[in-house]
């Protein structure tokens, strides 16, 4: 079983709030990711990390950041919601090697009013 | 660039019978391939595991080729379930990035 946590699971916030969706992994996997998915929709890769310290941007644009201080942990912040950011944000991990398996969370699903 | 599509895009079908699901993809380079479900409102959760090694994996009533050569993969589902109603992707792991499908939603009748 997947030992990745995403929280908070929904959340509904305002406009011009600061956000932070939390992805914790026990798997001590060095690759981690964020994905987007509208509804009915295909994931698109917002932002990846190959470990501590290193960040890099999907291929789909995103106002949204990330930081990895810690293998383990791989936070998305978004500083001013806006109703276009709504949608579902899955945080996925892997080992290093090309050959790896994915993992995903359950995912946030985020809606800004 | 890596393109995954899959197809049908949506399938319905009897309580029983046995069906494919299709994946191509275009760059043959690729470590692996996986297969995921997703009910709706949820996360991925990994099927099958085909390394580009393999030709095959099994899992109960699920079984996944794939043609690396041609840019293939099937999913077979044997005696379909109301319960394997979902969205399935295919997604391949290429260049340290993994690439995904739009998915096939599936829906079976009791």
């Known amino acids: 079983e997947a030992d990745i946590y995403q929280t908070p699971r929904y959340l509904v916030i305002g406009t011009g709030k600061k956000i932070t969706l939390e992805c914790s992994q026990t798997m001590g996997h060095d690759k981690m990711y964020w994905y987007q998915q509208d509804p009915g929709m295909e994931l698109h890769l917002i932002h990846y990390?190959?470990?501590?310290?290193?960040?890099e941007k999907g291929d789909l644009s995103s106002e949204s950041t990330v930081s990895r201080i810690r293998t383990e942990h791989f936070p998305l912040t978004l500083e001013s919601a806006r109703p276009s950011h709504t949608s579902q944000y899955l945080c996925a991990s892997s080992e290093y090697r090309g050959n790896a398996e994915a993992f995903f969370g359950q995912g946030t699903r985020l809606t800004v009013v | 660039k890596q393109e995954v599509t899959q197809i049908p895009a949506a399938l319905s079908v009897p309580e029983g019978e046995n069906l494919v699901l299709n994946c191509s993809f275009t760059?043959?380079?690729?470590?692996?391939l996986q297969w995921f479900r997703q009910d709706p409102g949820k996360g991925l959760t990994s099927l099958l595991l085909i390394q580009s090694s393999q030709r095959e994996q099994t899992s109960g009533r699920l079984n996944a080729s794939l043609d690396k050569s041609s840019g293939r993969s099937t999913l077979y589902i044997a005696a379909s379930q109301p319960g394997d109603s979902a969205t399935y992707l295919c997604?391949?792991?290429?260049?340290?990035?993994?690439?995904f499908g739009s998915g096939t939603k599936l829906n079976v009748k009791p």
């Open positions: 990390s190959y470990g501590v310290n290193s960040t």
């Open positions: 760059d043959s380079a690729i470590y692996n």
């Open positions: 997604a391949v792991s290429y260049f340290n990035k993994f690439y």
